[in-house]
């Protein structure tokens, strides 16, 4: 397929460039501001390639789905619970289906191509949606505080906060040695 004669899979390494550098960017703002800008710009990348990238199965969506959680032990934006969920939901449709037709290639048919494109839109949607909740979060610092902390007693849902979440780690080095180095070199070259 190509559009504005371009071939489809030429545009999916544009919208894959466009999607690392959109990203990066978001993080570099969002990063002194408070160190889950990392986890929120990681599960930013990882669905917009999956939404906008060629040749994408159901699997490379799943880190995104851990990554946002972690987001939101960091912001506690109800916003990312409202993404997650939704993700979660096309995530499962996504394999469902693709579970299904590789048993019964007679499924491949009306039905499917509409659940297709259904969970196709829901995911370009949430992508887009994500996008945007990242650029409040990340370079505004616009937060919406969870469900069950109210504005009026700050210290009492400080408290339940604390109690509630594990102790987030306070350094963000990497504290790399030279056999860790040497490590990640080996893999990287055998990869």
């Given at each position: 397929?190509?559009?504005l004669g371009i071939p489809f899979f030429q545009?999916?390494?544009?919208?894959?460039?466009?999607?690392?550098?959109?990203?990066?960017?978001?993080?570099?703002?969002?990063?002194?501001?408070?160190k889950g800008a990392l986890y929120l710009s990681g599960a930013l990348v990882?669905?917009?390639?999956?939404?906008?990238?060629h040749y994408m199965h159901e699997?490379?969506?799943?880190?995104?789905?851990?990554?946002?959680?972690?987001a939101y032990v960091y912001y506690r934006d109800r916003r990312l619970l409202i993404a997650f969920c939704g993700m979660s939901l096309t995530a499962l449709?996504?394999?469902?289906?693709?579970?299904?037709?590789?048993?019964?290639t007679?499924?491949?048919?009306?039905?499917?191509?509409?659940?297709?494109?259904?969970?196709?839109?829901?995911?370009?949607?949430?992508?887009?949606?994500?996008a945007y909740l990242s650029y409040r979060i990340l370079v505004q610092g616009k937060l919406i505080t969870?469900?069950?902390?109210?504005?009026?007693?700050?210290?009492?849902?400080?408290?339940?906060?604390?109690?509630i979440l594990p102790a987030l780690p306070t350094d963000n080095k990497l504290h790399y040695n030279k056999r860790d180095m040497l490590y990640i070199l080996g893999i990287t070259l055998v990869y």
């Open positions: 397929t190509t559009i545009w999916g390494y544009v919208f894959i460039g466009l999607s690392v550098v959109y990203s990066s960017v978001l993080y570099y703002f969002g990063r002194k501001r408070s990882v669905l917009l390639i999956f939404a906008f990238g699997r490379y969506m799943l880190p995104a789905l851990l990554l946002l959680m972690m449709l996504n394999a469902t289906c693709a579970m299904y037709v590789v048993n019964h007679a499924a491949r048919a009306t039905l499917y191509e509409a659940i297709t494109f259904a969970g196709s839109l829901s995911t370009v949607l949430l992508a887009i949606y994500l969870p469900l069950n902390i109210k504005e009026e007693s700050k210290e009492r849902s400080s408290l339940r906060r604390e109690s």
